[in-house]
């Protein structure tokens, strides 16, 4: 430990037993050549020794455990995740997602050429193959315009949502 700090604060570490074994070492020769240290060290012993016989610790008055009670009430505890968290939007968002892929499903489904054919020579699979590589899957403008007003819709009632709740929080 630091030789500059003060002799009570190297005292109380050595008294509390926190000090290190050379530190230690070098308090005790101090103490037993060192006057001023051997007096200071004495009254501290002294305080302490006071502290551990005579001080209690108080158990805190009724009032003050009732008034921390009532504080803790009045204050709006938070409640449960599923409690404000809003199930419509998630079904909503759900069911969203779930018609859009259904969707994807019955136009790549649809743009299929669905015809038999033998499968045992090996050139028609080939064809097939290659006419499969060469469908174009790209969504019609149109398609994709609905697609975009579908979801600038739901985000809109969303925010709206949000907005709302706000604002009734605000208000509460």
């Given at each position: 430990?630091?030789?500059?700090?003060?002799?009570?604060?190297?005292?109380?570490?050595?008294?509390?037993?926190?000090?290190?074994?050379?530190?230690r070492a070098a308090i005790e020769q101090l103490l037993a050549t060192?006057?001023?240290?051997?007096?200071?060290?004495?009254?501290?012993?002294?305080?302490?020794?006071?502290?551990?016989?005579?001080?209690?610790?108080?158990?805190?008055?009724?009032?003050?455990?009732?008034?921390?009670?009532?504080?803790?009430?009045?204050?709006?505890?938070?409640?449960?995740?599923?409690?404000?968290?809003?199930?419509?939007?998630?079904?909503?968002?759900?069911?969203?997602?779930?018609?859009?892929?259904?969707?994807?499903?019955?136009?790549?489904?649809?743009?299929?050429?669905?015809?038999?054919?033998?499968?045992?020579?090996?050139?028609?699979?080939?064809?097939?193959?290659?006419?499969?590589?060469?469908?174009?899957?790209?969504?019609?403008?149109?398609?994709?315009?609905?697609?975009?007003?579908?979801?600038?819709?739901?985000?809109?009632?969303?925010?709206?949502?949000?907005?709302?709740?706000?604002?009734?929080?605000?208000?509460?």
């Open positions: 430990m630091d030789s500059q700090l003060p002799i009570e604060a190297r005292l109380w570490e050595y008294i509390d037993g926190h000090s290190a074994a050379t530190e060192n006057s001023s240290w051997q007096q200071k060290y004495q009254e501290l012993l002294d305080l302490h020794q006071l502290m551990q016989e005579h001080i209690e610790l108080e158990q805190p008055g009724l009032r003050f455990s009732k008034s921390v009670m009532e504080s803790i009430a009045f204050n709006q505890i938070t409640p449960a995740a599923r409690t404000y968290i809003n199930k419509r939007v998630i079904w909503g968002v759900a069911t969203f997602f779930l018609l859009s892929i259904l969707g994807f499903l019955v136009y790549g489904l649809a743009q299929l050429q669905w015809s038999s054919g033998n499968a045992s020579d090996p050139s028609k699979l080939t064809h097939v193959i290659d006419k499969l590589e060469s469908t174009d899957l790209a969504l019609p403008s149109s398609y994709l315009y609905a697609l975009m007003l579908v979801i600038v819709v739901m985000g809109l009632m969303l925010l709206d949502m949000v907005l709302r709740n706000k604002k009734k929080e605000k208000t509460v």
